[in-house]
Structure formats: structure tokens, C-alpha cells
């Protein structure tokens, strides 16, 4: 019994929490022929950079008001559900942004995410594809 829990469970233990570390990185997209980045952080702040302008991360300014992004990651679903939260540090309002994802390999991500409360299914048309810089 026990030779089966190693050679079965712990490579199950092992792959999930190696699947979770992958999304820890910078990674560079064309969207609408703008390069970006998106940037995830092992204390779960994510942002997004274009431009030279960084929005998210644990502190940035928008509008002249203090704010913060973390991200959630469930790998539980197929495709993988990335949930932005943006929260105005003064008065704690925030908002989500719904996304999915999939890896095509450990440094390339398919990844689709919509701004308007409902979670995107598939990936066409506004799939960025990302690849890892860092």
C-alpha cells in the first residue's frame, strides 16, 4: 500500500503545486498591436504594464487614488480561471476581472479575460497569447 501512495498520489501532489508556480512570472502579449506585460507575483499581486505605465501590483495611482491588484488562480477548471481584483485602498472598493487560461507549454500561456463581469468560455478572436520573459 505504501509503494502505491508514492508512485501514484505524491506525483499528483507534486504536478498541482508545479502547475501552480508556473504562472509566477513576467510574460509578454500583443494586444490590438500594443506589446504588454502581465505580471504575476508569488504573494499573489498581479499588473499589467504597456507603455512604460504599470497598473496593478501591490501599490500603483489611478486617478490620483491609491490602489492594489491580486490575482486567484483555480486549476481545478478546464480552462484554468485567473480572476483579477482591482480594490481602491482608501475605501476598499473593488472589482473583478474574469479571465481564463491555458498553457501551451511551461512558457506559453493562452489567456482571455473580459472587463465586463462575465467570465469569457472560449479562447478566439481576443486570445493574447503570452509568453515568459522572467
Known sequence: MKYLFTFFIIPLILHTTSQKETI???WVGEDQNQ???LIFDNEGHAAFEIDGQVIGGKEFYMKGKKGKM???IN???TPIEVDFTLTKIESGESKKILGIAEFTDKNTLNFNMAFDAARPTTFGEDTMVLKRVQ
Request: overall charge positive.
Open 24 to 26: 509566477v512570472g513576467k
Open 35 to 37: 506589446i504588454g506585460y
Open 70 to 72: 491580486t490575482y486567484t
Open 75 to 77: 486549476y481545478n477548471t
